[in-house]
């Protein structure tokens, strides 16, 4: 079995398209006006309406806007520069919850919110000589 991709269903798809387009800085695939995808090495980010949904899958499964219990992960290059960049975004980019920060786990993170409150990390592996 494969993980072929993680779907955020919102309430608020052209707001968090564009939230995912300058955090990944690529533009999402439009397959319809309530289904937009970014494919990244490995997996697929797509956003879908709740209301698409719930017309074409299952009426009343999904609340946009309502998950606090889980978080996607991006690993980058540099983590420092992507913090740089994320920080000079305008509003209503105030999606930047923490500096870089060293883990136990050999990791540097930076912790962000999207628009519909899900948490977003974005890591960088630690070499021995970074540590």
């Known amino acids: 079995m494969t993980l072929a991709s993680t ?8 707001r968090l398209a564009d ?23 490995g997996s697929t980010l797509a956003l879908f309406t709740v209301a698409g949904h719930d017309e074409y899958i299952r009426q009343g499964a999904a609340v946009g806007g309502e998950n606090r219990s889980m978080k996607i992960e ?14 000079e975004h305008e509003e209503p980019y105030d999606w930047v919850r923490s500096p870089p920060a060293d883990m136990p786990w050999d990791t540097r993170i930076v ?21």
């Open 74 to 87: 991006f690993e980058v290059s540099d983590i420092r520069t992507t913090y740089e960049r994320l920080r």
């Open 19 to 41: 939230f995912y387009a300058a955090l990944l800085q690529k533009a999402p695939t439009w397959y319809r006006d309530d289904y937009a995808a970014f494919d990244t090495p």
């Open 7 to 14: 779907v955020l269903l919102t309430d608020q798809i052209q």
């Open 111 to 131: 912790v962000l919110r999207d628009p519909d409150d899900h948490l977003v990390e974005l890591y960088e592996p630690l070499g021995d000589q970074e540590r």
